[in-house]
């Protein structure tokens, strides 16, 4: 505070200076998984560079898209934004506060905030548990329902926000369906009331004609309890449909951020391109006109990736500078940024 009792001016830069409608802002986000050898001394011989050097700022209420092809470091870097994993380096700032330096009691009260809905509906929920108690569960570790009557009437609320009947709450997860088991997994991650939830492939395990039921679900859900999501898929069809925003990754980078309609309509980075070259198309006419860009070549090893941009080893219109030179995010134009030499 300043003499007059007045809170100084925030510095730029500085721990907890975050625009007014920011509510997370991760910054230069590192997540390597370090490779060792040996039984007994273990040496370290390597990293899995998961996640390496991203940044991205969330702003309240709306939906970012995170997008990239399978082991592109997309559901690590959600994990590493929550804390279930320790990042290596770099900030994640909640509301002004960096989650990175809570101890852990600090940050399993911090946890009500910050939930997950996972990609598994048949993994994640605890076969011998009921339903009841599965959605019950954080009402109880965050002490938000202090009785057992509570407790259960809120549990019932919570399925009815879901659609799924309040009287379920004493079968178990075997009893139901895929979309109903995923609906059971967003109402335990509703529980502690979250203001930020990451969505890791919440529909990508359901069948398509279920997907569209619990991808509106969440849509409603967010305008009812003003929820904020990082939306983790590599279907760009759904993404398209649910998110404001959308990040594009590569082998653990960033390579395209865009307000959704720039990137659909105008993507700049050739990796982008190519990926929204493979959505299929309705309109057969359309389909049948529109250019494919066929990707050569795997996606390299985070074990060792390609030097430069690390998309160099598969795109076409590399340059000498690409494998030399790692290009930076840089803006476009508003809401539009991407890391390409080409630009
Ligand atoms: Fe291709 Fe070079 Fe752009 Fe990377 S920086 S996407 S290799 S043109």
Redesign the pocket.
């Known amino acids: 505070m300043t003499v007059d009792g007045n809170t100084p001016a925030p510095q730029p830069g500085a721990e907890g200076v975050v625009s007014g409608d920011t509510l997370l802002d991760v910054r230069d986000l590192v997540m390597h998984f370090p490779l060792t050898k040996g039984i007994i001394m273990q040496r370290k011989v390597g990293a899995v560079q998961a996640v390496d050097d991203i940044s991205i700022t969330v702003r309240k209420g709306e939906t970012i898209g995170l997008v990239g092809e399978s082991g592109c470091g997309k559901s690590t870097a959600g994990r590493a934004i929550l804390q279930l994993y320790k990042p290596t380096s770099g900030q994640v700032l909640y509301e002004g506060r960096d989650l990175t330096t809570l101890g852990s009691n600090e940050m399993r009260r911090m946890r009500r905030h910050l939930q997950m809905i996972f990609q598994d509906p048949y993994a994640s929920l605890n076969p011998r548990m009921t339903v009841g108690n599965i959605v019950g569960e954080p009402l109880q570790i965050h002490k938000i329902a202090t009785n057992n009557k509570e407790r259960s009437e809120r549990v019932q609320e919570l399925l009815k926000v879901v659609g799924l009947n309040p009287y379920f709450a004493n079968r178990y997860p075997h009893e139901f369906s895929g979309g109903q088991r995923q609906r059971i997994g967003i109402a335990r991650a509703l529980a502690a009331r979250p203001s930020f939830v990451v969505a890791d492939e919440p529909v990508s395990a359901l069948d398509v004609s279920i997907q569209a039921q619990v991808v509106n679900l969440l849509e409603e859900l967010q305008d009812e309890f003003n929820l904020t999501y990082l939306f983790i898929s590599h279907d760009l069809s759904v993404v398209r449909h649910i998110a404001d925003r959308v990040a594009v990754m590569y082998l653990g980078k960033i390579?395209e951020i865009a307000d959704r309609n720039s990137l659909y309509e105008n993507p700049s980075?050739?990796?982008t391109k190519a990926l929204l070259s493979a959505v299929p198309i309705p309109d057969p006419k359309v389909e049948r006109k529109r250019e494919r860009i066929i990707l050569t070549g795997d996606v390299p090893s985070p074990i060792n990736p390609p030097s430069?941009?690390?998309?160099?080893?598969?795109?076409?219109?590399?340059?000498d500078?690409?494998?030399e030179k790692v290009?930076p995010l840089i803006k476009q134009k508003e809401g539009h940024e991407v890391?390409?030499?080409?630009?």
């Open positions: 390579v980075h050739p990796y430069g941009c690390r998309f160099h080893t598969r795109c076409p219109y590399v340059m500078v690409c494998k290009p890391a390409c030499w080409l630009y």
